[in-house]
């Protein structure tokens, strides 16, 4: 890493290893962390896993989209810190440990980019590369106090990372504040769909309703007002009509088997020591059979014509990110399990869809953030961040 001092266990120990960035541009004067499932030059890519670093080759070029930001001038700091394979939400790692999560101490950063949220909320970084499949953006955003976005499926080029469900994987990134947000959204976005403004927003109850308790909720409504001042309220719907549980076991059905398919022969050949998740969902995914993933995807078909109902294409849908703030760390067994369960549930729809979705630092509990999310219709993501950045501001 390039960074002197790493308080929060945010980067990876690579060797300081410069890399080029253009002098002047828009990111200009910005810092940049990078998780390490993006290829870096210079750099192996090691996945979270320290076999997959081991063999891996040292990559003689960047990822496009990281690529794109050093051409803007953003200035490379470090690769960070990931869950292994990305197949987790929680951040703790077994072979390098737990970033610190500064604005909840005692609980986890989330994963599975949980270095780059880490960087980014204590400020050793301006802004940091994640990547989303199932959430591991937007739940991170939430844990840590920062604006996170999952874009609309395929905006951003994402080759030069590395895989995990190829038909849910996007690139994603952190920042403090909306205007530094915006900045990269400008550089890697390019125009967004045409549609008219963003005018109106529906709340989802039964995503509401998978909320960890009535404290919870009162701390997600509260910022209700300030999205008011910005979208006409269009009364609340259930996303779901079949159930979010059901949705979830399309998702988790779906990117088990697209898993399976990108890293089982490299599991059976090298047999891999995971850590606790981990190797149960790996265990899990070898055994969904393709007629199992082809009818996930029909119902996944049935999804995303709901969600593009609901929004037509003014509207945005409001949700709490997660189902509480950041989960104390060394969470364990059925515990852990009922939380990952809630929190897939609450974060899957967007995902189905591909759609994209931004979580706010709007809500607070006990002290420690809870992210407020808005969904917008397909590809309308830089619309989406210019409202965000306006609901920011006040």
């Known amino acids: 890493m390039l960074i002197a001092l790493d308080p929060v266990d945010a980067f990876v120990d690579y060797g300081p290893i410069p890399v080029a960035s253009a002098a002047t541009g828009p990111l200009s004067g910005l810092t940049l962390a990078v998780k390490d499932l993006y290829d870096v030059a210079g750099y192996p890519t090691g996945a979270g896993h320290p076999l997959v670093r081991q063999q891996s080759t040292v990559k003689n070029a960047s990822a496009p989209a990281v690529q794109a930001l050093l051409d803007a001038g953003a200035a490379f700091m470090g690769k960070t810190h990931t869950d292994e394979f990305a197949y987790s939400m929680n951040g703790e790692n077994a072979h390098y440990g737990t970033p610190i999560n500064v604005r909840a101490p005692g609980r986890i950063p989330g994963g599975s980019s949980s270095g780059s949220a880490a960087a980014v909320s204590a400020g050793l970084v301006d802004i940091a590369l994640g990547s989303d499949t199932g959430g591991s953006v937007r739940a991170p955003a939430s844990y840590n106090g920062l604006i996170g976005l999952r874009p609309t499926f395929g905006r951003i080029d994402i080759s030069g990372v590395f895989p995990l469900a190829h038909s849910f994987d996007t690139v994603g990134w952190f920042a403090r504040d909306a205007e530094t947000f915006a900045r990269v959204g400008d550089v890697l976005l390019g125009p967004d769909k045409d549609g008219p403004a963003l005018s109106r927003f529906i709340v989802g109850d039964d995503i509401h309703a998978l909320l960890l308790g009535d404290l919870e909720e009162a701390a ?26 059901a949705w979830r076991m399309i998702f988790r059905t779906m990117q088990a088997y697209e898993a399976w398919q990108a890293h089982g022969d490299w599991i059976k050949k090298n047999n891999p020591h995971f850590g606790p998740g981990v190797s149960e969902r790996f265990e899990w995914a070898s055994h969904v059979a393709a007629d199992e993933y082809a009818g996930a995807a029909a119902r996944r078909a049935q999804v995303r014509e709901r969600l593009t109902a609901l929004l037509g294409d003014d509207t945005v849908l409001a949700i709490p990110t997660t189902p509480g703030i950041a989960p104390l760390r060394g969470l364990a067994g059925e515990e852990l399990d009922s939380y990952r369960n809630r ?11 591909g759609l994209p979705q931004i979580s706010l630092p709007l809500a607070e509990y006990l002290g420690c953030p809870l992210g407020v999310s808005l969904v917008a219709p397909h590809g309308r993501d830089r619309a989406l961040i210019d409202l965000a950045r306006r609901i920011m501001a006040g």
């Open 343 to 353: 929190a897939l549930s609450m974060l899957c729809s967007a995902g189905l869809a």
């Open 220 to 245: 997600v409504r509260s910022a209700s007002p300030r999205i008011a001042a910005h979208l006409e309220p269009a009364g609340a719907v259930m996303v779901a009509p079949e159930g979010l549980a």
